[in-house]
T-cell receptor
Framework: GAVVSQHPSRVICKSGTSVKIECRSL??????MFWYRQFPKQSLMLMAT?????????EQGVEKDKFLINHASLTLSTLTVTSAHPEDSSFYIC????????????FGPGTRLLVL | GESVGLHLPTLSVQEGDNSIINCAYS??????FIWYKQESGKGPQFIID?????DKRQGQRVTVLLNKTVKHLSLQIAATQPGDSAVYFC????????????FGQGTELSVKP
């Protein structure tokens, strides 16, 4: 149980285009989902906290207009990287917290984004 | 806290030996700590957790020690196996912040057969 999926697993896009990444909790309802970014050989950096039915809370330094987050249902959150540039190339990971506990987070397998 | 731009610390051990991975956390208000294992190209995988009212917790082949006085966590892996090779992260959950996790720098564990 407690499986989180991400789609796509990897994506290559041209500079200036937008890319949407989906995060789904497959067998539980997630009141809260989190989005992280990880550059090579570095740690996970929290980008934003997404709560179902409300606006996401972004961490300092993360542009909300560039990284659009939508958490429209209790099993799906999406991250859209708008007008992507090569410096946005990274490994994007989501996690989902069941409604019963905010402490427990189940992580997705990650999405590798390469912007050319 | 983050250590942007630094290389991951590495730990190399012989198969069968015990491994100890250390982590310093930053916030005295953190009340819940988790160790994750991350293999290349994959998401983090939960290993073991510990609450701030404990100083030791044991799992299968793993033990986590918490020293709140010096804000230090360690993960001990007994009889390390090649399959344990991965990057290990500690994460702290700062109370009353909606479950937000702050990840440590990470340590790359390499197990020699």
């Amino acid at each position: 149980g407690a499986v989180v999926s991400q789609h796509p697993s990897r994506v290559i896009c041209k500079s200036g285009t937008s890319v949407k990444i989906e995060c789904r909790s497959l067998d539980f309802q997630a009141t809260t989902m989190f989005w992280y970014r990880q550059f090579p050989k570095q740690s996970l950096m929290l980008m934003a906290t997404s709560n179902e039915g409300s606006k996401a809370t972004y961490e300092q330094g993360v542009e909300k207009d560039k990284f659009l987050i939508n958490h429209a249902s209790l099993t799906l959150s999406t991250l859209t990287v708008t007008s992507a540039h090569p410096e946005d190339s990274s490994f994007y990971i989501c996690s989902a917290a069941p409604g019963t506990s905010q402490e427990t987070q189940y992580f997705g397998p990650g999405t590798r984004l390469l912007v050319l | 806290g983050e250590s942007v731009g630094l290389h991951l610390p590495t730990l190399s051990v012989q198969e069968g030996d015990n491994s100890i991975i250390n982590c310093a956390y930053s916030n005295s208000a953190s009340d819940y700590f988790i160790w994750y294992k991350q293999e290349s190209g994959k998401g983090p995988q939960f290993i073991i957790d510990i609450r701030s009212n404990m100083d030791k917790r044991q799992g299968q082949r793993v033990t986590v020690l918490l020293n709140k006085t010096v804000k230090h966590l360690s993960l001990q892996i007994a009889a390390t196996q090649p399959g344990d090779s991965a990057v290990y992260f500690c994460a702290e959950n700062i109370g009353n912040q909606g479950g937000k996790l702050i990840f440590g720098q990470g340590t790359e564990l390499s197990v020699k057969p």
